[in-house]
């Protein structure tokens, strides 16, 4: 198994699911440039990590992140333009490129405060579940900046204008109930609950095809941006490519296993991967 060891994130891997923690916790886990720069190195590890099936984002003692460390990201490097754009591209990079088209699933598991430039790697992650309790905050405008980056562009992205507009212009908090009321998260739970329901989440997503599953996630991002003649030739051409060099050969074990075999109802459950069938032989010779 890969060794992560660094000194401003805390990997952890546990049955498939890889768990990343900022963890800077004296800090709220402000992001730092050395934090960018651990990000991003460790996440195209991780998504060719073949022990790793599910990435986590989350922050460790109690918060998710504050967002950017004011003193670190733009004091000590106004008179660094150079620094600045290396740290400002690797922190783009790793909260929206690397996230928006990681080829395994991704969940934000936040908790405590999620303010600011966080909201970035939040939206970044093909899913996430809030704490009831854990503070939401477009707070730059009350201390006289822009919600910078992409924030603005996928906030906005995410939910309603309405709802863009007030958090954005007001820079009230808000918990994980209201993010999840108004579409910030796919759901909110007592904070007790916050990682068993994401390891949850995690099993139920590491049980269907890998390729379709990349592919399905890909396809609901990409088509948001397209009209429906683009849409149509891009769905098909992706439909097409799930077929070739699929390990699971999906389409036809998923045909088989329900018109021949009736072994499954597509309805209510994924077809049996061929992994699982390996795994439960294995498991009866011993």
């Given at each position: 198994?890969?060794?992560?060891?660094?000194?401003?994130?805390?990997?952890?891997?546990?049955?498939?699911?890889?768990?990343?923690?900022?963890?800077?916790?004296?800090?709220?886990?402000?992001?730092?440039?050395?934090?960018?720069?651990?990000?991003?190195?460790?996440?195209?590890?991780?998504?060719?990590?073949?022990?790793?099936?599910?990435?986590?984002?989350?922050?460790?003692?109690?918060?998710?992140?504050?967002?950017?460390?004011?003193?670190?990201?733009?004091?000590?490097?106004?008179?660094?333009?150079?620094?600045?754009s290396k740290a400002?591209?690797?922190?783009?990079?790793?909260?929206?490129?690397?996230?928006?088209?990681?080829?395994?699933?991704?969940?934000?598991?936040?908790?405590?405060?999620?303010?600011?430039?966080?909201?970035?790697?939040?939206?970044?992650?093909?899913?996430?579940?809030?704490?009831?309790?854990?503070?939401?905050?477009?707070?730059?405008?009350?201390?006289?900046?822009?919600?910078?980056?992409?924030?603005?562009?996928?906030?906005?992205?995410?939910?309603?204008?309405?709802?863009?507009?007030?958090?954005?212009?007001?820079?009230?908090?808000?918990?994980?109930?209201?993010?999840?009321?108004?579409?910030?998260?796919?759901?909110?739970?007592p904070l007790k609950?916050?990682?068993?329901?994401?390891?949850?989440?995690?099993?139920?997503?590491?049980?269907?095809?890998?390729?379709?599953?990349?592919?399905?996630?890909?396809?609901?991002?990409?088509?948001?941006?397209?009209?429906?003649?683009?849409?149509?030739?891009?769905?098909?051409?992706?439909?097409?490519?799930?077929?070739?060099?699929?390990?699971?050969?999906?389409?036809?074990?998923?045909?088989?296993?329900?018109?021949?075999?009736?072994?499954?109802?597509?309805?209510?459950?994924?077809?049996?991967?061929?992994r699982g069938a390996?795994?439960?032989?294995?498991?009866?010779?011993?």
């Amino acid at each position: 198994m890969a060794d992560y060891k660094y000194e401003n994130i805390k990997i952890d891997i546990e049955d498939g699911i890889a768990f990343v923690a900022l963890n800077r916790p004296e800090k709220r886990n402000a992001m730092s440039p050395a934090l960018h720069y651990e990000m991003d190195e460790a996440l195209p590890r991780l998504e060719f990590d073949p022990n790793v099936k599910v990435v986590v984002i989350t922050g460790a003692g109690g918060n998710f992140s504050a967002g950017q460390d004011l003193q670190k990201f733009f004091r000590e490097l106004e008179k660094n333009p150079l620094e600045r754009s290396k740290a400002a591209s690797a922190a783009n990079r790793w909260r929206w490129e690397r996230l928006y088209n990681f080829s395994k699933p991704t969940i934000a598991m936040v908790h405590g405060y999620c303010v600011g430039g966080a909201f970035m790697q939040l939206l970044g992650c093909d899913f996430a579940i809030a704490a009831d309790n854990a503070t939401f905050s477009l707070s730059e405008v009350n201390w006289g900046i822009l919600p910078g980056a992409l924030v603005s562009k996928v906030v906005a992205d995410m939910v309603l204008p309405r709802h863009a507009l007030y958090y954005a212009c007001l820079g009230e908090p808000f918990n994980g109930k209201e993010a999840a009321r108004i579409g910030m998260v796919n759901s909110s739970v007592p904070l007790k609950k916050l990682k068993p329901a994401v390891i949850n989440l995690a099993k139920r997503l590491m049980s269907k095809s890998p390729a379709v599953l990349k592919a399905t996630k890909q396809a609901v991002r990409h088509c948001r941006t397209m009209d429906f003649y683009q849409s149509y030739d891009y769905l098909a051409a992706k439909g097409q490519a799930i077929k070739v060099g699929d390990a699971e050969d999906s389409y036809n074990t998923g045909l088989k296993q329900f018109l021949e075999e009736k072994s499954y109802k597509p309805t209510f459950q994924p077809f049996k991967l061929k992994r699982g069938a390996a795994t439960q032989r294995k498991k009866k010779a011993k």
